[in-house]
């Protein structure tokens, strides 16, 4: 993780420097604060932080909790207004030797560990003159000092800089499908390996968190959560919030996996949940599998949060490959589905779409849509797992009551919503009690 892996840094070598790059609104100012407060707060140092942008007050609003950790005299204005109330947190300078001494006996008053200075490129500008000295007298400080330096910048292009410093982070705002990507590219880490170079994060909670995921089937307690009028949860209580509280009865849900590079075992834990809550709520669940799957690889993962007799409720049903006829599989579906409903069970249907491809389109398309009606009618649910070589995708979607998008990102499997539109979610999941299944959003 990108703040840990600063952190060790900080502790392998005494006045380590990190140049962060990135237009604005990226996460810089973030990614700083966050990186202060694991410093002060959790590693019980000190901090300076330098602001040519606003003011102390301002830059408490925007981040309050920079109080609890970062005493005000430690926050200094360096924007050089004339209209300050303020004069002990106010950094005063007109030139180069000038800039340099008064950055220096604040470090030294202070015993600090941190110092940060957002934006290096507003004090070049302030100060004028030769750059590249004012670049090295600084890094000079820092490391006589002892003193670890964040300098923040707004350039993106390589410059001398980037020789002198130790560690360099580029900070990106890109787009996926129309929503917001974050990411940061680790371009330089001396001291430490670099793992990832690619690194996405968000800045939820006005938080830089680094997002990972851990997504894989395990063996776990899994909470029973209720369904609420006209709603079946998904079994992950985030899912339901994001949803409005769940699944509509007679819903048709439609989960595709849009890159290869989400792996079996991922999306099938996420429908999984699903499954599992239907069986402990005493309701009755149909599957034909997607491809890569198959009746036994099935029942042993649910196995993994269901007792035994309730997977009795269970029916797996193969399409056979080596037969075009699709109504005869159709009506073998249909006689366990009655048997299901002839308990007075609402039902979850999970249908591998992939597995059409095997029939003649029309016919999928003739039974696929009496599925969905049949399910609407009987308010039960539906979830149909797609990925983009499954025939008729495009008329699929169009029947869809809700329509969710799996991909991977930078090694982290994300889900959003096409059908409710919604931001991208990085998905990862806690053993705690119960397993839970935790959405964080890219924002």
Same mark, same amino acid.
């Given at each position: 993780?990108?703040v840990?892996?600063v952190?060790?840094?900080?502790?392998?070598?005494?006045?380590?420097?990190?140049?962060?790059?990135?237009?604005?609104?990226?996460?810089?100012?973030?990614?700083?604060?966050?990186?202060?407060?694991?410093?002060?707060?959790?590693?019980?140092?000190k901090?300076?932080y330098?602001?040519?942008?606003?003011?102390? *007050? +301002?830059?408490?609003?925007?981040?309050?909790?920079?109080?609890?950790?970062?005493?005000?005299?430690?926050?200094?204005?360096?924007?050089q207004?004339?209209?300050?109330?303020?004069?002990?947190k106010?950094?005063?300078?007109?030139?180069?030797?000038?800039?340099?001494?008064?950055?220096?006996?604040?470090? *030294?008053?202070k015993?600090?560990?941190?110092?940060?200075?957002?934006?290096?490129?507003?004090?070049?500008?302030?100060?004028?003159?030769?750059?590249?000295?004012?670049?090295?007298?600084?890094?000079?400080? &820092?490391?006589?000092?002892?003193?670890?330096?964040?300098?923040?910048?707004?350039?993106?292009?390589?410059?001398?800089?980037?020789?002198?410093?130790d560690?360099?982070?580029?900070?990106?705002? *890109?787009?996926?499908?129309e929503?917001?990507?974050?990411?940061?590219?680790?371009?330089?880490?001396?001291g430490?390996?670099?793992?990832?170079?690619?690194?996405?994060?968000?800045?939820?909670?006005?938080?830089?968190?680094?997002?990972?995921?851990?997504?894989?089937?395990?063996?776990?307690?899994?909470e029973r959560?209720?369904?609420?009028?006209?709603?079946?949860?998904?079994?992950i209580?985030?899912?339901?919030?994001?949803?409005?509280?769940?699944?509509?009865?007679?819903?048709?849900i439609?989960l595709e996996?849009?890159k290869?590079?989400?792996?079996?075992?991922?999306?099938?834990?996420?429908?999984?949940? +699903?499954?599992a809550?239907?069986?402990?709520?005493?309701?009755?669940v149909l599957?034909?599998?997607?491809?890569?799957?198959?009746?036994?690889?099935?029942?042993?993962?649910?196995? !993994?949060?269901?007792?035994?007799?309730?997977i009795? !409720?269970?029916?797996?049903? !193969?399409?056979?490959?080596?037969?075009?006829?699709?109504?005869?599989?159709?009506?073998?579906?249909?006689?366990?589905?009655?048997?299901?409903?002839?308990?007075?069970?609402?039902?979850? @249907?999970?249908?591998?779409?992939?597995?059409?491809?095997?029939?003649?389109?029309?016919?999928?398309r003739?039974h696929?849509?009496?599925?969905?009606?049949?399910? @609407?009618?009987?308010?039960?649910?539906?979830?149909?797992?797609?990925?983009?070589?499954?025939?008729?995708?495009?008329?699929?979607?169009?029947? &869809?009551s809700?329509?969710?998008?799996?991909?991977q990102?930078?090694?982290?499997?994300?889900?959003?919503?096409?059908?409710p539109?919604?931001?991208?979610?990085?998905?990862s999941?806690?053993?705690g009690?119960?397993?839970?299944?935790?959405l +964080?959003?890219?924002?």
């Amino acid at each position: 993780m990108v703040v840990h892996d600063v952190l060790r840094a900080f502790e392998k070598i005494n006045g380590y420097t990190i140049l962060v790059k990135g237009s604005p609104g990226t996460g810089k100012t973030t990614f700083a604060v966050t990186l202060l407060e694991e410093v002060c707060s959790k590693g019980g140092g000190k901090g300076v932080y330098i602001s040519t942008r606003v003011d102390p *007050e +301002t830059l408490y609003k925007q981040f309050p909790r920079i109080s609890e950790f970062v005493p005000a005299g430690n926050i200094l204005d360096a924007t050089q207004s004339e209209f300050v109330e303020d004069k002990s947190k106010h950094l005063r300078y007109e030139d180069f030797a000038s800039f340099l001494r008064a950055v220096f006996t604040k470090v *030294e008053e202070k015993d600090v560990s941190i110092l940060i200075v957002d934006s290096w490129d507003a004090i070049h500008s302030q100060i004028g003159g030769d750059a590249e000295k004012l670049n090295v007298s600084m890094l000079d400080i &820092a490391r006589k000092t002892e003193t670890n330096l964040v300098l923040i910048s707004e350039k993106e292009e390589e410059e001398k800089l980037d020789y002198l410093v130790d560690c360099i982070l580029l900070f990106k705002q *890109e787009r996926e499908d129309e929503r917001l990507v974050r990411r940061v590219f680790i371009q330089k880490m001396r001291g430490i390996p670099i793992k990832e170079q690619m690194n996405l994060f968000t800045l939820h909670d006005g938080r830089f968190t680094h997002v990972t995921s851990n997504i894989a089937l395990v063996r776990a307690k899994k909470e029973r959560i209720p369904n609420k009028d006209a709603l079946f949860s998904s079994g992950i209580m985030a899912l339901d919030d994001i949803l409005g509280g769940g699944y509509p009865n007679g819903g048709f849900i439609l989960l595709e996996v849009a890159k290869e590079s989400v792996g079996l075992e991922s999306y099938w834990q996420i429908v999984l949940q +699903t499954v599992a809550n239907f069986l402990h709520n005493d309701m009755g669940v149909l599957v034909i599998p997607e491809e890569g799957l198959d009746a036994e690889f099935i029942k042993e993962s649910i196995a !993994n949060y269901v007792e035994e007799a309730k997977i009795r !409720n269970v029916k797996v049903i !193969n399409a056979d490959a080596g037969s075009d006829n699709l109504s005869e599989y159709f009506n073998s579906y249909m006689e366990e589905y009655n048997k299901l409903k002839g308990k007075g069970k609402h039902c979850l @249907h999970v249908i591998g779409l992939t597995k059409m491809n095997f029939f003649d389109e029309n016919d999928v398309r003739v039974h696929l849509s009496e599925l969905i009606v049949r399910n @609407h009618h009987n308010g039960d649910l539906m979830i149909g797992l797609m990925r983009p070589s499954t025939v008729l995708s495009g008329e699929i979607k169009e029947m &869809a009551s809700i329509y969710l998008k799996m991909t991977q990102i930078d090694g982290v499997v994300c889900m959003y919503g096409i059908r409710p539109r919604t931001c991208i979610y990085g998905l990862s999941q806690e053993l705690g009690e119960f397993l839970e299944i935790k959405l +964080t959003p890219i924002v």
